[in-house]
């Protein structure tokens, strides 16, 4: 966006989101979308909606702490789906064990942080879920090239809370 434009944003609104995807930098096959939801209850809800769907069979789902990879998983896991994580605070071995049942077909959902979006090579993840919004642009392009892998297509969804007051009725409009 160019910097004149930039200036008039901030000067009439208050900590405003900018959402923005690079279509050409990221995969044709992925099909990419923004899910606005008003608060983090909603967001649960509308993820578990989504999980239930039968295209839905291998997910790989991205927080952006430990803390709160480990909370999803455990909310997840007592409504019954098959889910597992990995992040930072587990040991090799537990982060390898997880992976391999990911990649067997074993759980349905792998929740993790950032540790899981380089260098990983899993076979068949119909949908990345960004549930926490990536910090940065790069992080965002190697979240979801983990979907739509050796000529396949994938979905990218990313999660954006707009809360309740007058600026989410604006993004929601």
Known sequence: ?????TGIIQSFTKDPI??????????QHINQDVIRVRNKEEKLQVLCRLL???ESSKVLIFGRTKWN??????SLASIGFSVGSIHGNKSQGQRMRVLAQFKENKLQILVATNVASRGLDIPDVSHVINFDE???YDDYVHRIGRTGRADKSGVALTFVVTGDGPRAAYLNG
């Not at 966006?1 to 434009?5: E, K, L, R, S, T």
């Open 1 to 5: 966006m160019p910097q004149n434009v």
């Open 18 to 27: 900018t959402v923005s995807v690079k279509v050409k930098e990221t995969a």
């Open 52 to 54: 239930k769907n039968e």
């Open 69 to 74: 990879v480990e909370k999803l998983t455990r």
């Open 134 to 136: 990536p910090e940065s």
